[in-house]
């Protein structure tokens, strides 16, 4: 009695310490479709199909990812009553950074909750109000110095690498001969205070 409503994949990653798909559990919370065969293995050869919902919604939003977690943190609290105070100061803990950090990188902290959960599923012993285990993974995701959101940052920003390309006031010029043909720089030119033509220095 009293059992919340929960995709039975989540609830079979609960029960083995795993950690969660947000999506499915989203998904399970507002679908109103369902795929008829899915089945979950209960050991020793037995194994039980159920109805579950299809997974139509995707985690993009702060507005997901906390719908999402409240529905985790009830079904978890449920089976193990001890672990809500735990799990409530571990979502603070990633809203502040929502709070703070730009919506266009939200990304990045969606991420950077993913490999918590992974951390926390790999490591037993660890517990998700040890923020300080956190700190590294904060740098490797969140910082722009960090590994993670320096690739994806140069990903998404490639340079152009065009040297041919002078800047002189604001503009991009390109270096121009001095009339000797030989490709030299025009210092005027530079300047923006060339008076000759482009066939001049051709």
């Known amino acids: 009695p009293g059992c919340p409503s929960f995709p039975l994949s989540q609830w079979t990653l609960l029960l083995e310490g795993r950690a969660p798909d947000l999506e499915k559990v989203l998904s399970g919370h507002y679908s109103t479709s369902i795929d008829p065969k899915q089945t979950q293995p209960l050991g020793k050869g037995f194994e039980i199909t159920l109805s579950q919902p299809t997974t139509t919604h995707k985690v993009k939003t702060y507005g997901d990812w906390s719908i999402a977690m409240d529905l985790w943190i009830e079904a978890l609290s449920f089976i193990m009553l001890w672990k809500e105070t735990e799990l409530r100061g571990y979502k603070h803990y990633i809203s502040g950074f929502f709070v703070n950090v730009h919506y266009a990188l939200h990304t990045r902290i969606l991420n950077f909750d993913k490999v918590c959960h992974l951390k926390v599923e790999g490591q037993k012993y660890l517990h998700f109000d040890t923020i300080s285990k956190f ?33 002189a006031g604001g503009v991009a010029r390109k270096s121009r001969g001095d009339g000797s043909g030989k490709g030299e720089p025009c210092h005027n030119w530079n300047r923006g205070i060339c008076n000759k033509s482009a066939t001049d220095c051709s």
Request: no cysteine; net charge positive; proline share 3%.
């Open 135 to 167: 700190r590294r993974l904060e740098v490797s995701h969140l910082s722009s110095l960090g590994m993670v959101a320096y690739a994806e940052l140069h990903q998404l920003n490639p340079s152009s690498g065009d040297k041919g390309n002078v800047k």
